[in-house]
């Protein structure tokens, strides 16, 4: 009986699949009605993750940081830069998704400090205006979901779950008090009045009056339930950690739309990058978006979500009842990129867009290697090895499909996960794309160890010819790959890393490319420049 139950759940959940991808095609891509850089440029847009976990600089603030950087980040070809969560933490070393106060940017004595982890306001502002200055655009974290640091204790009602089903209680509603007052004494009501209580929150993990930890649904007059518009994992996914925030409340929904025309308007930011969505109710992320969209000038707002999940199978639902407002991030292209630097040689490359969100939903995906999120000893370590990194580079920057973001990590020195050679490679592929990267797209995935791709060109651009192999002894032949360059017959490309090398094309505009002991190779026609 369990076994049919089993194979029923199955049978329903690829109908399901099979129907959502179905009502798919009358659901408008984002990223074609967003701002992806200035308005009036025909260059290749890209976002560069501008911090790490542990990010810290020894002489200057991090805002300042940013605002030396600004420059050389244009000329790597750049056109918008994802800030962490500037908003003050719960404590001064925090990164900002242990939210305290999302309306102090740096301003106010609170939690220790007037300063974030990241700087001061005056300091985040002026690496803002920097970026702008330099024709890139910036997107803030928004950490929506949840409160950290609260003021004081309260004293209330609520009920213990299982925390692997929070749908089932596991103890009678009964007494319990928690850190849920937030009164923010050092801002004194600027910007926002609004002082945070229980009746404001879901849930919260510590009863301080048992002294135990757990998953608590607070009580309240407003609402006895979780949200219903959330991620069904886990029963209900609506608590994440710390104080929960409900964002069915009328003063919640009403602070939190305020805030985020705010901070459009102080930074001068074009967009946001939503943490966690799904822990958040889907109907006030919605509304959220539409609301700070509608307002002069903020039309083409840019948004991208996080919704951690490899299966795509998940994702799909999020993007249909989102309906064009928000992109994604390709996390089921991360995994592959993972497997594939874990696998070796033994990973079939004409896989690697298999299940990925990219492959799927070309104008939804925002594509990426690694992240804050995926370094070794983070929660959702999964990190790419050097081994395939710069493959993976070359697939999310020198392909026509997706919004590729690259990760501060592999292209700044630091002591978490930085590469020499890795950073190496990826500012030449960056160069790639800003330079010959454009115009159709050709693909030759024929051999398990050994792909390659053409880009055409433009009226303005070259294009380029890209090979990839995850296993450096390949023999000469599988090394290479036989491309058709379109009207480049009779020409000569070279390679980008390495002049020396050549490779003749014949009069009906195919050539054998090679790859190279690094397993990655660009070829650009002999005579341009970057």
């Keep these: 009986m369990n076994s049919v139950c089993f194979s029923m759940s199955l049978i329903y959940r690829q109908l399901r699949y099979w129907l959502d991808c179905l009502l798919l095609k009358w659901v408008p891509p984002s990223l074609p009605a967003m701002q992806l850089g200035p308005d009036g440029s025909s260059q290749n847009p890209m976002m560069v993750q501008f911090f790490t976990w542990d990010a810290r600089h020894p002489d200057m603030s991090w805002w300042e940081h940013l605002a030396k950087e600004a420059p050389h980040l244009a000329a790597l070809g750049f056109t918008q830069i994802w800030l962490p969560p500037p908003n003050k933490a719960m404590e001064q070393t925090g990164r900002g998704y242990d939210a305290y106060d999302l309306w102090d940017l740096g301003e106010f004595d609170q939690k220790g400090s007037v300063a974030t982890r990241w700087g001061k306001k005056e300091d985040l502002l002026r690496a803002c205006d920097a970026a702008r200055q330099c024709d890139m655009n910036v997107i803030i974290d928004a950490v929506l979901n949840h409160k950290l640091g609260a003021d004081r204790i309260e004293a209330f009602r609520a009920v213990r779950v299982d925390p692997l089903n929070r749908l089932r209680d596991i103890e009678n509603e009964r007494p319990v008090k928690g850190w849920t007052a937030f009164d923010f004494p050092g801002r004194l009501g600027k910007y926002s009045s609004m002082r945070w209580n229980f009746n404001h929150f879901t849930g919260l993990d510590w009863d301080e009056l048992a002294q135990t930890n757990g998953v608590f649904r607070i009580s309240s007059e407003r609402h006895k339930g979780w949200s219903r518009w959330v991620d069904t994992e886990n029963g209900n996914y609506d608590y994440l950690l710390g104080i929960d925030i409900d964002h069915r409340h009328p003063d919640v929904r009403n602070d939190l739309f305020s ?73 089921p292209l991360h995994e592959n990129f993972h497997r ?130 995850n296993d450096p002894m390949l023999d000469q032949t599988t090394s290479k790959v036989r491309m058709n360059v379109g009207l480049h017959q009779g020409a000569t490309f070279h390679s980008l890393f390495d002049g020396t090398r050549t490779v003749a094309i014949d009069n009906n505009g195919w050539g054998a490319f090679p790859s190279s002991e690094d397993c990655v190779e660009v070829w650009i026609k002999t005579g341009e420049h970057q």
């Design 259 to 331: 805030w985020g025309s705010w901070i459009l308007d102080t930074t001068g930011a074009c967009g946001f990058r939503l943490d966690a969505i799904k822990h958040m109710d889907r109907k006030f992320l919605l509304e959220f978006i539409k609301r700070t969209r509608n307002h002069p000038g903020r039309k083409r707002l840019f948004a991208v979500s996080e919704y951690w999940s490899a299966n795509l199978q998940l994702i799909i639902p999020y993007i249909r009842a989102f309906h064009g407002q928000t992109s994604f991030f390709d996390v």
């Design 340 to 469: 594939a630097s874990k696998a070796g040689a033994s990973y079939d490359l004409r896989t690697i867009f298999e299940g990925s969100l990219v492959k799927l939903r070309p104008g939804d995906a925002v594509t990426f290697v690694d992240n804050h999120d995926t370094q070794v000893g983070q929660s959702l370590e999964s990190w790419v090895d050097t081994n395939f990194k710069a493959q993976a580079y070359a697939l999310i920057l020198l392909r026509c499909h997706g919004y590729p973001c690259v990760f501060y990590g592999d292209l700044y020195p630091n002591n978490e996960c930085f590469d020499e050679g890795t950073s190496r490679t990826l500012k030449q592929l960056l160069l790639a794309r800003k330079s010959f990267a454009y115009g159709p797209m050709v693909d030759y995935f024929e051999h398990r160890n050994c792909i390659g791709f053409v880009r055409m060109g433009d009226s303005d651009h070259s294009g380029c010819v890209v090979v990839l192999s």
